[in-house]
């Protein structure tokens, strides 16, 4: 199969922008829960009357301090109530908001606030304040910084507070669908980060259909509100997408600026959320640390057996929803009953025990982890999208969901493989075009298609498999073209690696470089009595490395010998954002790594 569409659900809007969500809510019930909000250690609930009243007395302030209807305004700021305060502020007075990431160094942040022409920026603290100052000589359409740490809001608030409401009230009718809502920068891997307009109308057909078609997710449960912890940067066009999804479809939504693990599982456990929204990377790090507790604990075999049964478990029930096979057996339905009390329940708890569904995207799940997390009772939504198509494009349905794939097209969209593989996209979620860039220029969408640059498969049902980067291809001396995405992700898999990077464009074969995973091997060390061994020690260890190379044997069976990794070097350090080598989404700088690498790459081709 080629092409696969699914009609819309959702009429296109006719009037009105992103903000009117919030009024037309408060209007109806002011009393309804909108929010959470982590004051001195505890959740206290927001209503959307409140969050209303917010937004209005802010967006008087944004009036007051002099920006206006399609003036842009950076935000460089971690996720926190107040980053959805601005949006919806920003929105009802027609301004757009521009996400700079919050580790973002001077000369990124330059780059950004430059290219989209902001005229104002907030900032968090004051290491960000510096970051933008030291680069605000060059940058003279920005005038204005705000410190959110230094009480920005309530300034606002109250230096608005003379304006009427009906000025808000008339630039917020001034806004259409059409309107640009805000200008978001891709992750910039193989180049200079460009910034795409997305308009209010990209939004409200992505939240709509999918509040429609993924409608269960949403539904109250047990008396109590669907509700999500966002902890994903709201940066990136995952995190606004879950923003504005929240806030049209009466999720209750609760802001996390710290994902590191300790504050995050501890907050899951407090919030209690019915949706858990999240990149592979989290889903493998819950995973690994619950059998690294299972094997301090001498309950490792178990901890296996429990993980196969609940991969075996979902596995068959997956060949029943595609009538390929009856479902789970008597004796494997039994073997799932007992796990669940012992095993499952307790990852089912690091989640908060309320969780219905978890919705995975920004890159792939393997297959096996799918599987797992849906027989251990957390149902797994994949999905796959950009920044050009306003987040998900494509997402497994929960009720028939194919795990190894990326599912099927949302609602609107049409996806269409073409000959050389490339995925190409269409519909009303796909941007006009990228900052700067003329009607017809290459780079805008043709027609309405996007050429996504990215490689993938349709199968005979529409679901959609990603099979690699086309601008990453490796083509070795031998004529080979490889993809190295799959083998990274296999190898990557392994407990003690945290990162790999595939290499061999014009060489005899496919190498790789591996980092090691910091947690990981600090278990590796301590249940092997070892713990004081330095990282120079480590990568020369030969027990080490043997566990790598069996990760990189595991990768290999999955391709043909010409595509397998022959060598590897296993190296001391992470590829960090700090050195340039990861985007700020934690995707790999590939042509960066390898020359900051060049004498590692040259040593794995020396015989």
């Not at 297959?367 to 497994?396: D, H, K, M």
């Not at 979620?429 to 009607?439: E, I, K, N, S």
Request: with cysteine; hydrophobic share 40%; proline share 7%.
């Amino acid at each position: 199969m080629r092409e696969f569409t699914v009609p819309p659900l959702a009429d296109p809007p006719k009037s009105g922008g992103l903000a009117d969500a919030v009024f037309q809510r408060a209007a109806r019930e002011p009393g309804q829960i909108a929010f959470a909000r982590k004051v001195d250690g505890r959740w206290h609930d927001v209503t959307i009357g409140t969050f209303r009243d917010e937004v209005l007395a802010l967006a008087k302030g944004l009036l007051a301090a002099g920006l206006r209807f399609g003036d842009r305004v950076g935000i460089m700021c971690r996720t926190r109530y107040e980053w959805t305060q601005l949006d919806f502020a920003l929105w009802s007075i027609g301004a757009q908001a521009v996400p700079v990431y919050p580790t973002s160094a001077p000369d990124q942040a330059y780059w950004m606030l430059h290219d989209a022409g902001a005229v104002a920026c907030f900032v968090e603290h004051a290491d960000h304040a510096m970051t933008v100052g030291s680069v605000i000589d060059k940058l003279p359409r920005l005038k204005l910084l705000w410190q959110l740490d230094e009480g920005a809001v309530d300034e606002l608030s109250a230096a608005g507070a003379h304006l009427d409401d009906d000025v808000v009230e008339r630039h917020r009718l001034a806004v259409t669908p059409d309107s640009p809502a805000t200008v978001i920068y891709t992750s910039g891997t193989t180049g200079r980060p460009r910034g795409c307009e997305l308009t209010h109308a990209n939004f409200m057909a992505e939240a709509d259909n999918i509040l429609l078609r993924y409608a269960a997710l949403f539904r109250p449960h047990q008396g109590e509100p669907a509700a999500t912890l966002l902890f994903l940067p709201l940066a990136h066009v995952f995190g606004r997408m879950i923003e504005v999804t929240a806030v049209r479809g009466g999720v209750k939504l609760g802001h996390q600026p710290d994902p590191s693990a300790p504050v995050l599982l501890a907050d899951l456990k407090a919030f209690r959320p019915s949706l858990v929204l999240a990149v592979p990377h989290i889903f493998e790090k819950i995973f690994a640390a619950a059998r690294r507790k299972a094997e301090t604990e001498d309950r490792l075999a178990a901890f296996d057996k429990a993980a196969d049964v609940a991969v075996r478990y979902a596995e068959a029930r997956e060949e029943a929803s595609f009538g390929t096979g009856r479902g789970p057996g008597p004796a494997l339905r039994l073997e799932h009953q007992v796990f669940d009390r012992l095993v499952y329940a307790r990852m089912r708890a690091a989640l908060g025990g309320r969780a219905r569904y978890v919705f995975s995207g920004g890159s792939a799940m393997q297959r096996r982890l799918g599987l797992f997390f849906a027989g251990a009772g957390i149902p797994v939504i994949e999905g796959y999208g950009l920044t050009e198509s306003t987040a998900a494009a494509v997402a497994n349905p929960p009720e028939r969901p194919r795990y190894g794939t990326v599912g099927i097209p949302v609602p609107g969209i049409t996806v269409y493989v073409a000959p050389d593989d490339e995925v190409w996209l269409h519909g009303p979620q796909v941007f006009a075009g990228y900052v700067g860039d003329r009607p017809g220029s290459e780079a805008a969408p043709r027609d309405g298609w996007l050429a996504t640059g990215d490689l993938g498969s349709l199968d005979g049902d529409g679901y959609l498999t990603i099979t690699g980067r086309k601008k990453e291809l490796l083509v070795t001396s031998n004529g080979k073209s490889v993809s190295p995405l799959p083998l990274e992700e296999r190898v990557r898999a392994h407990p003690l690696v945290s990162q790999c990077l595939a290499v061999g464009n014009d060489r005899p074969y496919v190498a790789a470089l591996v980092t090691l995973d910091p947690d990981g091997v600090a278990h590796w060390q301590l249940m092997r009595g070892r713990p004081t061994m330095t990282p120079s020690e480590l990568v020369r260890d030969g027990e080490l490395e043997a566990e790598i190379r069996r990760a990189v044997v595991a990768a290999n069976t999955h391709v043909s010998p010409p595509e397998s990794i022959r060598t590897f070097r296993i190296l001391a350090v992470q590829f960090t954002e700090e050195h340039g080598l990861v985007t700020p989404s934690l995707k790999l700088k590939r042509k960066a790594i390898e020359k900051a690498y060049a004498n590692e790459v040259e040593a794995l081709y020396r015989t």
